[in-house]
T-cell receptor
Framework: AQTVTQSQPEMSVQEAETVTLSCTYDTSENNYYLFWYKQPPSRQMILVIRQEAYKQQNATENRFSVNFQKAAKSFSLKISDSQLGDTAMYFCAFPNYGGSQGNLIFGKGTKLSVKP | DSGVTQTPKHLITATGQRVTLRCSPRSGDLSVYWYQQSLDQGLQFLIQYYNGEERAKGNILERFSAQQFPDLHSELNLSSLELGDSALYFC???????????????FGEGSRLTVL
């Protein structure tokens, strides 16, 4: 069965600094997607970044980038130049290939606080 | 704006009652997913529908049921409500077909249910 583990329940970072959130997963699939979702205090779930496993290049979206280590089954999110608006819960997610296509399995989340 | 619409946004009811949550997916999306997020918890997958048919079941209680209608909107019915059912209920949608599948789920803003 696929599992997603986020080992950091809470993290804090000073504004303008860089922070890295960790995620590990377990799967027997070879081609798959990985996602980071953000949930700010408004509770809306927002996609931050997506990585396709067959692509060797790490995905980047502005200040957000990933460090994808397929062999290690690791998928960390790096936030550069942290801003107050980055304060949110961050969830790593992985498709449940054991079930139907599309259903995502979410980690328990990391609560990130950006301090001024 | 994700394009996924959920109503109502907030709902307060008493134990033993029944409520219905409604979701309209993004235009063109065939799959609808329901997730439950209890206080400070991750997202738990409840059920998925694809083009009107149940596709996958997660940790959905027998007191809960769902359906997807011909116009692709979906309803989640929660009955015999208990205090522990208080949570944020998310609906998400995706293309749900292999041709357009990107893995991304588009989430609504959620329906916050409070059972007193």
């Amino acid at each position: 069965a696929q599992t997603v583990t986020q080992s950091q329940p809470e993290m804090s970072v000073q504004e303008a600094e860089t922070v890295t959130l960790s995620c590990t997963y377990d799967t027997s699939e070879n081609n798959y997607y990985l996602f980071w979702y953000k949930q700010p205090p408004s509770r809306q779930m927002i996609l931050v970044i997506r990585q396709e496993a067959y692509k060797q290049q790490n995905a980047t979206e502005n200040r957000f980038s990933v460090n994808f280590q397929k062999a290690a089954k690791s998928f960390s999110l790096k936030i550069s130049d942290s801003q107050l608006g980055d304060t949110a819960m961050y969830f790593c997610a992985f498709p449940n290939y054991g079930g139907s296509q599309g259903n995502l399995i979410f980690g328990k989340g990391t609560k990130l606080s950006v301090k001024p | 704006d994700s394009g996924v619409t959920q109503t109502p946004k907030h709902l307060i009811t008493a134990t033993g009652q029944r409520v219905t949550l409604r979701c309209s997916p993004r235009s063109g999306d065939l799959s609808v997913y329901w997730y439950q997020q209890s206080l400070d918890q991750g997202l738990q997958f409840l059920i998925q529908y694809y083009n009107g048919e149940e596709r996958a079941k997660g940790n959905i209680l027998e007191r809960f049921s769902a359906q997807q209608f011909p116009d692709l909107h979906s309803e989640l019915n929660l009955s015999s409500l208990e205090l522990g059912d208080s949570a944020l209920y998310f609906c998400a949608s995706s293309v749900g077909s292999s041709g357009g599948y990107t893995g991304e789920l588009f989430f609504g803003e959620g329906s916050r249910l409070t059972v007193l």
